[in-house]
């Protein structure tokens, strides 16, 4: 059965540093999202994106994030200088379709430390 | 904005029914979908209502009534493997909304 996949599963790194979280959606979905979920909270959505542009984007994305899709497979986010609060698990997720895009299927997350 | 309302734990015995009621308010409701997520695990997909009633898949159903904005996941049979959060997201063609979720917790 397709998935998504993440790399790294986790990553450590310092206050002020940038790191560039990955993802390969399902290979004939159109839609893709990156969530957040800090420890023992709810799942917080941050960007979608469609036909190699931003289709949507919480408060929480602001320029201190950016996503990326470089080839016809990855999927990436990239957190410019990483604050402590970034802490978290980030989820990658994608659909098929928009209206399909109650049925998200998500990666196994890569939990974000930063010291 | 976009809010839901879950109980926060439920307890229920392997074997017995339980449901997990879920109340939101939000403009522009599309549907209602229900996610599970074990401990250190991804949400996975469970169901999804966009009309009022009753939706079956195998032991879990999920039910709406958009003119209470209203919706619950039933459980029957309770497995020990079914012990995760249940999580109530606002959905559509719209971001997932994720409400923060009701911790099961299934005993033997």
């Known amino acids: 059965e397709p998935e998504v996949t993440q790399t790294p599963s986790h990553q450590v790194t310092q206050m002020g540093q940038e790191v560039i979280l990955r993802c390969v959606p399902i290979?004939?979905?159109?839609?893709f999202y990156w969530y957040r979920q800090i420890l023992g909270q709810k799942v917080e959505f941050l960007v979608s994106?469609?036909?190699?542009?931003?289709?949507?984007k919480s408060e929480i994305f602001d320029d201190q994030f950016s996503v990326e899709r470089p080839d016809g497979s990855n999927f990436t986010l990239k957190i410019r200088s990483t604050k402590l609060e970034d802490s978290a698990m980030y989820f990658c997720?994608?659909?098929?379709?928009?209206?399909?895009?109650?049925?998200?299927?998500f990666g196994p997350g890569t939990r974000l430390t930063v010291t | 904005g976009q809010s839901l309302e879950q109980p926060s734990e439920v307890t229920a015995v392997e074997g017995a029914i339980v449901q997990i009621n879920c109340t939101y308010q939000?403009?522009?409701?599309?549907?209602l979908s229900w996610y599970q997520q074990h401990d250190g695990g991804a949400p996975t997909f469970l169901s999804y209502?966009?009309?009022?009633g009753l939706e079956e898949t195998g032991r879990f159903s999920s039910f709406l009534s958009r003119s209470d904005s209203y919706g619950y996941l039933l459980l029957q049979e309770l497995q020990m493997k079914d012990s995760a959060s249940y999580f109530c997201v606002i959905s559509g063609n719209t971001p997932l909304v994720f409400g923060k979720g009701t911790r099961l917790s299934v005993i033997a």
């Open positions: 997720a994608s659909s098929e379709s928009a209206d399909s895009s109650y049925e998200q299927y």
């Open positions: 290979s004939n979905h159109l839609y």
């Open positions: 939000t403009s522009g409701f599309y549907g």
């Open positions: 209502n966009a009309l009022d």
């Open positions: 994106f469609y036909n190699n542009e931003i289709s949507e």
